[in-house]
């Protein structure tokens, strides 16, 4: 592996003759020697026993940590021996390497001119970048995520990330409602002048935030109302964080049916409520507390008081209407000290209502909530094991979903002259069979690129021809298509789409 302080890596070739055996002693002699002087692991890679990049990782993580359990099996963490990562994880070989302090990996191809030179190229990248590639993850494949560093320095602001928050569709409609306003000066600044959008993202984030942990505090403090209420039909505090943070709370059934039992509350439980409610952001508990003990002191019975608005003391009336018998709720006389009651209740009420209804917003409708909020259900997965096949084959597919011009946006699926090359020959592509004829395939895709107003029709020739080689060699790149072995003219299909 490549060392952090090295700007390159160090490269030995090692003739030893048509000999396997003197290679093999050779190998160990070398291996003992570094390990007198630093831990060291050496994986010899014989080209017939890995086909591909994925065999290849498989093969020096086993070798890697079979050596290693050899050695030392019972210095062996229990992390290691219980991981469950697939076996060509590069990840097992960086554990092992920090487990181990291993200072080195050296993998020693054997006949290594026999050995596939894009398989050697892609060993070494992907060994080599592995550790850059994790560290990047700790922003759960969020870039965005770099903003919520509070101060935020003007410095952390790349170019790239500018246009990152202007292409956002909280800021597109932040800029919206500013023009609606008739604020123009401050739209035009936020998508021209870099430093007036830095001090918007700093204070837009800052009041988001401000807003979500308010959000996640009125969660909270209705789950204590629920607690209070004694009542079994409460939901699990993460049942209603979900629905709050998917704008689904406030006006749910369960908020409706919560405010209707604490009106029905009679003054005692209502008296234990108001005390649980005392240290809440909510105003007045105390004040009212106080004043429904105070009513309670004051009533000369020993039964508790009632509000206007339990239907429990209701009573059935009875009304004759056409030689028709009518039933009808009727509400029970009540007290002096039950109508204050009542008036109470109403300003409990108005105070709950009020503050759910300004706290359990949409977190959607937030400005910058991309920074704030993400719904992935497996961030780690989604950076460590990316599968980007989908993506591609949109693209290729589609550019215009991706490329947002005029040329493209406007066309369907399919073959259009006016799409990139290589999405072009991605569709002939398609078309073709498990073997592709070279030559047909390039008829084809002159036939829809060539241009017919084209006066020099050998330029002409040559720039398709161009053109042709490119989407060729990025569709090669993107492992799709490889040289055919039966036939030297033909080109053999790796992927096909969908599968």
Known sequence: MKDSTETTIPTAFLVAGPSNSTYTNIVRSVEAQLREILDVAIVNIIPSQIVNLKSAIK??????????????????????????????DLQILGDHVRFHSTAK????????????ESLLNDI??????QNTYAHMTHIFANPLSVLLKDPLPAQTFQKELYEYVRNLDSFRQHVEDLIAQKDFDRAKNLLHDNSVLHKEVEQGIKKSKIAIKSLILAVELFTSIQKSLNNSATEPWCNLYIKAMAGQLKDSAIVKDTLLAVRKLPSDAMTTLLADLADSPLPDMLVLHNEVRQLQSDC?????LRSKHD??????????????????????ALSKQDLLYSNIVDRVDGILVKYLQETLITPQELFLHEILIYDFKSPHREVFAPKPRHAMERALSSPGDYLGCSCCSGTQRGLSATHPVTSILYQLFLESGAIINTSDLWSAFNTIVESEDNDDEDAEQERTLALFSQALAELK?????TSSRKKADHLAKVLWNGL
């Open 124 to 129: 070494i990248k992907l060994v080599v970048r």
């Open 477 to 481: 790149y993107m492992s799709m298509i």
């Open 59 to 88: 093969f020096i993580n086993n070798q890697v940590t079979d050596a290693a359990l050899t050695i030392e099996e019972d210095d062996m963490s229990k992390h290691e021996q219980s991981s469950r990562r697939l076996n060509y």
């Open 300 to 304: 000369e019975g020993t039964e508790p």
């Open 311 to 332: 239907t429990n003391y209701a009573g059935l009336r009875t009304t004759i209407v056409s030689h028709k018998v009518q039933l009808s709720k009727q509400s029970a």
């Open 105 to 116: 990996i050296i993998l020693a191809f054997h006949d290594s001119e026999t050995l596939d």
